[in-house]
């Protein structure tokens, strides 16, 4: 089920559950900010996911995505950001950060670090 709450800001509500016993739910809205050339999306909300045999109950929010190069040149998107998934069962938790591509950088463009944190430790 879908339902859009809001037409402005958009806000829209989801709840989905799978044969298997799996659960799926969210709120989503966003903000955004036009530069000229590039569109930055800013997602509010959390979603979560639940299966229904072993009882995990994750949830995470969503990282931002800008679309580069709106008015010229070739289309390309980037997120970035940081996110942490949340196991509330056990407690555990993985943070993942989205470096961001920069001109400037040696980094390897689309790089993304991985943190896990067991709540056994």
């Not at 809001?6 to 966003?30: K, L, T």
């Amino acid at each position: 089920m879908l339902c859009l709450v809001s037409h402005h800001p958009p806000i829209v509500a989801q709840y989905i559950e799978g044969n298997a016993g799996w659960a799926s739910w969210q709120d989503f809205s966003m903000s955004s900010k036009f530069r000229g050339k590039y569109l930055q999306i800013i997602p509010l909300g959390i979603a979560h996911l639940k299966f229904g045999k072993n009882g995990n109950h994750y949830s995470w929010r969503k990282v931002s995505t800008t679309a580069h190069n709106m008015i010229v040149g070739k289309l390309w998107l980037d997120n970035h950001g940081e996110m942490e998934i949340i196991n509330h069962k056990t407690g555990d938790k993985c943070c993942l950060k989205f470096i961001p591509y920069s001109y400037f950088s040696r980094e390897t463009p689309k790089k993304i670090l991985i943190v896990a944190v067991y709540s056994d430790f």
